[in-house]
C-alpha cells in the first residue's frame, strides 16, 4: 500500500445512470466532485493518481487529474493499462481520448502484452494494491466496479464514493475503526 498513489474505479458510460449522460448538470456536478475528492487527496500528499483506463469514469477521472496538474496541483497521472491497444475497438471519440490521456501519463503499466481472459480482474487488483484511497463511483451495479470497491474495502484502503458521498463518510469511518465490511 503506497500512501502517495491514490486509484479510480467507476463504470463504463453505459453502466452511469440515467440523468448523467455527459455534459448533463448531474455530470457536470460529478465532475465537480471528483476534482474536489483528487484536491483534497493532493492536500493530504497523495501525489499519484492511477487510472485504469477504461472508458468512462476511469477516462473522467483522468482527464481531471491532468487538467488539475496543468493550473499547478502538483500531482501525475499513472495509467494501469490491461494490455497494449484495449482501446482499438472502442468508438473513435473514447479511442481518441485514450490515445490523448496516456500520452500524458507519467507512468504507464502495461500489464499483458495481449488481451488474457483475466487481464482486467488483474488490472483491477494491481490498481488497489499499489494505492492507499480510492476515488470511485459505485452505486451498487454488479461488475468490475463492484468488485474492485469490495478489494478496497478489504485491503483497508479509503473509499471516497462519488455516487453517494454520505455512504462514502460511513464507509470511512468504519473502515478506520477496522470494521471493514
Excluded at 499547478?72 to 481520448?97: N, V
Excluded at 461488475?143 to 485491503?155: E, F, I, K, N, S
Aim: net charge neutral; with cysteine.
Amino acid at each position: 500500500m503506497n500512501s502517495s498513489v491514490c486509484c479510480f474505479s467507476g463504470y463504463r458510460p453505459e453502466k452511469m445512470p440515467a440523468d448523467m449522460p455527459e455534459g448533463s448538470p448531474a455530470f457536470c456536478d460529478m465532475q465537480q466532485r471528483l476534482r474536489r475528492a483528487v484536491r483534497r487527496k493532493a492536500d493530504s500528499g497523495c501525489r499519484h493518481f492511477l487510472s485504469g483506463m477504461s472508458r468512462g469514469f476511469d477516462l473522467w477521472a483522468a482527464e481531471a487529474v491532468l487538467e488539475l496538474a496543468r493550473e499547478g496541483c502538483p500531482i501525475d497521472l499513472w495509467a494501469a493499462i490491461a494490455f497494449p491497444g484495449m482501446q482499438k475497438y472502442w468508438e473513435p471519440e473514447w479511442s481518441r481520448r485514450y490515445d490523448a490521456v496516456l500520452d500524458q501519463a507519467a507512468r504507464v503499466f502495461a500489464l499483458y502484452d495481449r488481451y488474457q481472459p483475466d487481464c482486467y480482474t488483474t488490472r483491477d487488483r494491481f490498481l488497489v494494491e499499489q494505492s492507499s484511497a480510492c476515488i470511485c463511483f459505485f452505486d451498487g451495479t454488479p461488475g468490475g466496479t463492484a468488485y474492485t470497491v469490495g478489494l478496497a474495502r478489504r485491503r483497508g484502503l479509503e473509499i471516497v464514493n462519488l455516487a453517494d458521498p454520505q455512504l462514502s463518510l460511513f464507509e470511512n469511518e468504519t473502515i478506520m475503526r477496522g470494521n471493514v465490511p
